[in-house]
């Protein structure tokens, strides 16, 4: 099994030598892409310093967040690379430590749901099919603009997710797939700058990729707010920078589902 890394780096070059030293301690088959969201003239050049000592091959960008930076990144393996070989793609931040990486995954139209680690909590599954049925309420989150709402809706998804239910959607630090999975089209709206992630891809692999959820033995350390700590400062700043992602994922995929 071959496995292709893309990280999605933005003000966090301190992160990459860590990230790539884990990678390289796990497997001798890999290829790894790092794809930079300008942040400053400083950071750019300390970025590509860092890949050309670690033979990491860089994709700069303009700070154009984190969907459309990977959106960016699998069009360059689509040209790449045949998507229907046995490629796993390992895509997402770099805020992320890979403690175990299987030899051998099936090969197919598979997303690899991987143990995500914070301390001794699995974020794995990031939200089920029972999960998502409720995802709606979040409308009144968009309409009060309130975030007693919002830790509401939070506290219900959290309850439902109590009970047993297929994976919808996994954690947006790292999503694990075949490459064949990309054949199917893009992945992530293009207008959404940060967060919703999650529900772009679980949209995309629900509606699009028919693609099927396996539970791997892949396992990473994730590394909370490491990036978006150096955006958001506040719970009102989440709500304001997380209101047009979830409206994007509203209007593409209600848009989908009515096509």
């Known amino acids: 099994m071959k496995y292709i890394f893309v990280g999605v780096n933005y003000g966090t070059s301190d992160l990459i030598q860590k990230w790539h030293a884990s990678i390289v301690s796990q497997t001798p088959m890999y290829e790894i892409y790092l794809v930079d969201n300008f ?4 950071e750019r050049s300390a970025v590509i310093k860092i890949c050309e000592e670690l033979n990491i091959e860089l994709i700069t960008l303009h700070n154009v967040g984190y969907g459309r930076a990977l959106n960016e990144s699998f069009e360059i393996l689509k040209d790449r690379y045949h998507v229907g070989e ?3 793609v390992l895509a997402g931040n770099i805020d992320i430590r890979f403690i175990a990486l299987p030899k051998k995954l099936p090969v197919g139209n598979y997303i690899f ?9 699995n974020r794995n599954p990031f939200l089920t099919v029972g999960q998502k049925r409720f995802l709606l309420l979040h409308k009144l989150t968009l309409r009060t603009n309130s975030t007693f709402v919002m830790l509401g809706v939070v506290s219900v998804l959290k309850l439902v997710g109590f009970f047993p239910s297929r994976t919808w959607a996994v954690h947006g630090s790292l999503f694990c797939f075949n490459i064949s ?5 893009v992945i992530f709206n293009e ?12 949209s ?3 509606l699009i990729s028919r693609s099927k959820y396996f539970d791997s033995d892949i396992k990473y350390e994730h590394i909370p707010h490491a990036a978006t700590s150096k955006i958001i400062s506040s719970k009102t700043d989440f709500i304001k920078i997380w209101k047009p992602g979830f409206n994007n994922w509203l209007e593409r995929w209600s848009r989908y589902e009515r096509d």
């Open 39 to 42: 942040s400053t003239t400083e």
């Open 204 to 206: 995309y692999v629900e």
């Open 113 to 121: 749901v991987p143990s995500a680690m914070e301390g001794r909590r």
């Open 191 to 202: 207008n959404t700058f940060l967060y919703s992630e999650e529900l772009e891809f679980g």
């Open 86 to 88: 046995s490629f796993c």
């Open 181 to 185: 999975v990309l054949r199917h089209g």
